[in-house]
């Protein structure tokens, strides 16, 4: 092995061990940049990301996709039962310039269309609105546009490489990878409980990013626009940068990857007052394993302090997948998130800790036509404060049925 190629393959392992690209034209700021999750964040370099790959001209293509159909049973007074889609695709074209490497990147998603009347049942998730009203009870789709960025990456030497983002549309460096990206949440169709705790600003609007790595260490720092996305979820929501935020981020070896992040984030809900300060501190594994995939787990705290109210809220995450066999995958996941947001007629502005355990299985089916095909369902019991439990039940419960379907 050449020592161009050796040093390739240090500074951007997962690419090199899951793709084999030392055939392609593509330099260290070029492979730096393809390891990108979300705007910014990186799940851990060993990762063996699904992506599609090839050449057009002197350019480097590179395909990711994934959907989910999905029939969701929410048990109790608040449950409610429907069929949806979550779904997302993503291309990035990277091309050298100048000693580094540029790279535009689109993020589409259809559930605007495939959610139907702007939410899908899921107990006790709070955030954003639908028909002018605070969501409770109930997950938002996502934008069409997820994502619409450029970004450029030179090696200042042969150890630091500096980083430009600028987005329209995209992901601030706050938080860890989104949980649509996320390595150990890859076969969970639904969003987590402290989404908006942890990582809902992978959609902003008007994002600019520069970022320093200089070995194992990366330093970031975004401007952007605040405010959630409003219910037209077809168009931009532009603003004027008016929040900030900054991560660092260690990755000491290829399967860990951990970052501490922190942002003061104007007005995100569009029907309150108020700012909010978000800090997040993540840890994430990702193992690969003899049977073709990776055992990824991911460990994420996020606060939410309000300007407004002086009052902080807390979510925790533990969150796993294990590929048993080459076709057989367990999910887990368990959180606990301080939600004040519920509506309880009897506890408005109360907060509840609530607890979420969840458990999966995917059995992939085959591949057909290139996409990567799988049939499960996981379930979700939840604890509660007695309090609550009039409006809940005794044991509210959650279950997911759901046909995945991946670009690989």
């Known amino acids: 092995m050449s020592y161009k190629l050796l040093t390739t393959f240090l500074l951007a392992p997962s690419l090199c061990a899951q793709m084999n690209m030392s055939h392609m034209d593509m330099n260290r700021a070029g492979m730096y940049l393809m390891n990108m999750s979300s705007g910014t964040a990186m799940n851990p370099y060993s990762w063996q990301m699904p992506m599609r790959m090839t050449e057009a001209g002197t350019w480097n293509l590179m395909f990711m996709s994934q959907a989910f159909l999905v029939d969701t049973q929410q048990s109790g007074p608040r449950g409610a039962d429907k069929f949806y889609s979550p779904n997302?695709?993503?291309?990035?074209?990277?091309h050298k310039l100048a000693g580094g490497s540029l790279m535009f990147t689109a993020m589409l998603s259809l559930e605007p269309a495939t959610v139907t009347n702007r939410s899908y049942p899921l107990l006790f998730q709070t955030g954003e609105t639908a028909y002018g009203k605070p969501l409770v009870?109930?997950?938002?789709?996502?934008?069409?546009?997820?994502?619409?960025?450029?970004?450029?990456?030179?090696?200042?030497?042969?150890?630091?490489?500096?980083?430009?983002?600028?987005?329209?549309?995209?992901?601030?460096?706050?938080?860890?990878v989104a949980f649509p990206h996320r390595a150990s949440a890859f076969e969970l169709p639904q969003a987590t409980l402290g989404h908006h705790w942890q990582d809902s600003t992978h959609i902003a609007d008007n994002v600019a990013t520069i970022a320093v790595r200089h070995k194992w260490l990366r330093v970031e720092a975004s401007g952007f626009y605040g405010?959630?996305?409003?219910?037209?979820?077809?168009?931009?929501?532009?603003?004027q940068m008016n929040?900030?935020?900054?991560?660092?981020?260690?990755?000491?070896?290829?399967?860990?990857?951990?970052?501490?992040?922190?942002?003061?984030?104007?007005?995100?809900?569009?029907?309150?007052?108020?700012?909010?300060?978000?800090?997040?501190?993540?840890?994430?594994?990702?193992?690969?394993?003899?049977?073709?995939?990776?055992?990824?787990?991911?460990?994420?705290?996020?606060?939410?302090?309000?300007?407004?109210?002086?009052?902080?809220?807390?979510?925790?995450?533990?969150?796993?997948?294990?590929?048993?066999?080459?076709?057989?995958?367990?999910?887990?996941?368990?959180?606990?998130?301080?939600?004040?947001e519920l509506a309880l007629p009897a506890a408005l502005g109360s907060t509840f800790r609530i607890a979420a355990y969840t458990a999966g299985y995917t059995r992939d089916i085959g591949t057909f036509a290139g996409i990567e095909t799988g049939i499960g369902a996981n379930v979700t019991a939840y604890s509660t404060p007695a309090a609550i439990k009039p409006y809940y039940g005794a044991h509210p419960f959650g279950v997911n049925m759901y046909l995945r379907f991946r670009l690989r």
């Open 227 to 239: 405010t959630e996305p409003n219910e037209n979820r077809w168009n931009i929501d532009w603003g």
């Open 243 to 340: 929040s900030w935020s900054a991560r660092v981020s260690a990755a000491p070896t290829q399967n860990w990857l951990a970052q501490f992040s922190a942002g003061r984030i104007a007005r995100p809900e569009r029907q309150e007052e108020g700012d909010v300060v978000r800090t997040t501190a993540s840890l994430h594994y990702s193992h690969p394993t003899d049977r073709g995939a990776s055992w990824s787990t991911s460990f994420i705290w996020g606060r939410n302090h309000k300007t407004l109210t002086h009052r902080d809220g807390d979510s925790w995450l533990l969150e796993t997948l294990y590929p048993a066999s080459r076709r057989n995958f367990l999910t887990g996941r368990i959180e606990l998130v301080d939600k004040d």
């Open 137 to 176: 009870d109930a997950q938002h789709p996502h934008d069409f546009l997820m994502a619409l960025s450029v970004q450029y990456a030179h090696p200042l030497t042969r150890d630091t490489m500096l980083q430009f983002y600028y987005a329209p549309v995209g992901d601030p460096a706050l938080g860890p």
């Open 88 to 94: 997302w695709f993503m291309a990035s074209a990277e």
